[in-house]
């Protein structure tokens, strides 16, 4: 495989600069091609960050935590502050250190403050030692500062926070839980809500590299942490070092978040042969049909008879098991092959009129701060439309194309209500700035298809190589990727070198 190096001339890093001259360094980055309000925020002084032992369990024993104050409202920087949660594990090899690889997590609502002891036993050693491994909580998400809205129990259910249809299409039940949800937020999210989102957090992430004594931070994202990283890269072009975007979103400025959630019918559709294949195997304990093609048609009438006599499901949310749960299952099985069993366990007991025990979740106050973080951000990274019209046509185009998952993909969420418009325009990706960005995706992947990752790569232009790697799920590099692609990745942390061109991992 033929490859180029991306700046691995080795440059002098200060671990630990003075207050001063990290403030000074954001200035810095601030005079590079970034958005007025980017350098407007140019952080005050910083006092150098309190690393103590982390709480709870499980991890790494070198694991350290910090918190990081920052503005709530980047606009006035000077206003009321929150804190940033953050973790880190040192370089193994101090001799051997580059910098930081900061872990930008999925979601949103998904934290990476236990990344450096999770991930980061998977990391190959000489990654390890390259870098500082740091994670953290984005905004709204706890132990940072934390929001709320106060649902209702039943509107913290995966169904309905990502709504599906009634049996029929219909989309009036959801309209009427959108505005209940959106006020919610409104009248129990704060002053917060109304500052979460994608560029907020990508400007955290500056006031992080400042604390930490970085000119430059390396970064690994994975799922809406690709578009956290690449709007960070535009943001601020000359603070990045090497950047693995893995598992991409589509950055459509005018779509963003509807874009992501319109993708799951192509994903979806992508991943469902891998699951059929599976389920029809012969020796699988779970199969649920001779063959791979009897099994999709096996499904969709199994969902029909659940929309139309649902199964009591105590202490599931909902208590019952309809064709929307049935469907919601299907997507959350297909981010891992290793989760497939779920589903084919599910539709096994379904056909017999039964249910398997009923899942146990977080805790609810988990799942209010998460489904919060969600909310605002995905609500404030962009308009959505307030037309019901226009979402009945949606959902019935999706429908007609897409059965398997009945039109949620473009449905109205809470969004459709939400309250406040956004606070600024989305960033538009493009191709200029230094070429240090490697993509890595599977070619099958509910969540990020394919399809989508493609417009990310051709966003970044000249900027970035992407490795298309020949495998399921979500998540690739280090988790439901292969051996090529893996490979691929370490090899671009630990030396800079990427492949010359896309390539193709079978």
Same mark, same amino acid.
């Given at each position: 495989m033929t490859t180029q190096r991306t700046d691995t001339t080795t440059r002098t890093r200060s671990r630990r600069r003075a207050a001063l001259v990290g403030a000074?360094? %954001?200035?810095?980055g601030a005079a590079a091609p970034v958005t007025a309000s980017a350098a407007a925020a140019a952080p005050p002084r910083q006092d150098p960050? &309190?690393?103590t032992t982390c709480a709870g369990t499980g991890l790494d024993p070198r694991q350290q935590c910090a918190a990081l104050d920052v503005p709530m409202d980047y606009a006035d920087p000077h206003g009321p502050s929150i804190s940033i949660a953050l973790s880190r594990i040192p370089s193994e090899k101090p001799s051997a250190r580059r910098g930081t690889l900061l872990l930008i997590p999925g979601g949103p609502g998904g934290s990476s403050l236990g990344d450096p002891s999770g991930k980061g036993r998977k990391l190959p050693e000489e990654v390890r030692e390259k870098y500082d491994l740091v994670g953290f909580a984005p905004r709204g998400l706890a132990p940072s500062t934390a929001v709320d809205c106060g649902l209702d129990h039943g509107d913290l259910a995966t169904s309905r926070l990502r709504p599906w249809p009634a049996a029929d299409g219909s989309i009036a039940g959801n309209l009427t839980d959108a505005r209940r949800m959106a006020q919610a937020c409104a009248k129990n999210g704060g002053e917060l809500i109304r500052h979460l989102g994608t560029v907020n957090e990508a400007r955290d992430i500056d006031r992080v590299r400042a604390a930490l004594g970085e000119d430059e931070l390396s970064a690994w994202g994975v799922s809406y942490?690709?578009?956290?990283?690449?709007?960070?890269?535009?943001?601020?072009?000359?603070?990045? @070092?090497?950047?693995?975007?893995?598992?991409?979103?589509?950055?459509?400025?005018?779509?963003?978040? =509807?874009a992501w959630l319109g993708a799951h019918e192509q994903g979806?559709?992508?991943?469902?042969? @891998?699951?059929?294949?599976?389920?029809s195997r012969p020796g699988n304990p779970d199969r649920l049909a001779e063959r791979a093609a009897d099994v999709r048609p096996l499904f969709l009438r199994l969902a029909a008879r659940l929309d139309r006599t649902p199964i009591p499901w105590p202490g599931a949310n909902p208590e019952e098991l309809n064709g929307n749960v049935l469907r919601q299952t299907m997507l959350d099985t297909f981010y891992s092959p290793s989760r497939y069993p779920d589903l084919a366990r599910l539709m096994?007991?379904?056909?017999?009129?039964?249910?398997?025990?009923?899942?146990?979740?977080?805790?609810?106050?988990?799942?209010?701060?998460?489904?919060?973080?969600?909310?605002?951000?995905?609500?404030?990274?962009?308009a959505w439309p307030r037309s019901a019209a226009a979402y009945e046509k949606d959902v019935a185009d999706s =429908?007609?194309?897409?059965?398997?998952?009945?039109?949620?993909? =473009?449905?109205?969420?809470?969004?459709?209500?939400?309250?406040?418009?956004?606070?600024?325009?989305?960033?538009?990706?493009?191709?200029?700035?230094?070429?240090?960005?490697?993509? %890595?995706?599977?070619?099958?992947?509910?969540?990020?298809?394919?399809?989508?990752?493609?417009?990310? =790569?051709?966003?970044?232009?000249?900027?970035?190589?992407?490795?298309?790697?020949?495998?399921?799920?979500?998540?690739?590099?280090? &988790?439901n990727g292969n051996a090529c692609g893996d490979e691929t990745v370490s090899r671009f942390l630990t030396t800079g070198l990427r492949p010359a061109a896309d390539v193709y991992c079978r």
């Open positions: 000074c360094a %954001v200035l810095l960050l &309190a690393w942490g690709t578009y956290v990283g690449a709007v960070y890269n535009q943001l601020f072009p000359r603070r990045v @070092d090497r950047m693995v975007l893995d598992s991409n979103d589509n950055p459509d400025p005018a779509l963003v978040n =509807r979806v559709e992508d991943t469902f042969p @891998d699951f059929a294949a599976w389920a096994l007991a379904a056909q017999r009129g039964t249910v398997p025990p009923a899942p146990q979740g977080p805790p609810e106050a988990v799942l209010q701060n998460v489904a919060a973080v969600g909310a605002g951000t995905l609500c404030n990274d962009v =429908r007609a194309a897409y059965p398997l998952t009945a039109g949620m993909p =473009r449905n109205a969420m809470l969004c459709a209500a939400w309250p406040y418009p956004p606070r600024q325009a989305p960033v538009r990706i493009t191709g200029h700035g230094p070429s240090n960005v490697l993509l %890595v995706q599977n070619e099958r992947d509910v969540a990020t298809p394919l399809s989508g990752a493609l417009k990310l =790569r051709s966003a970044l232009g000249r900027r970035a190589v992407m490795v298309t790697v020949n495998s399921t799920g979500h998540d690739a590099y280090l &988790a």
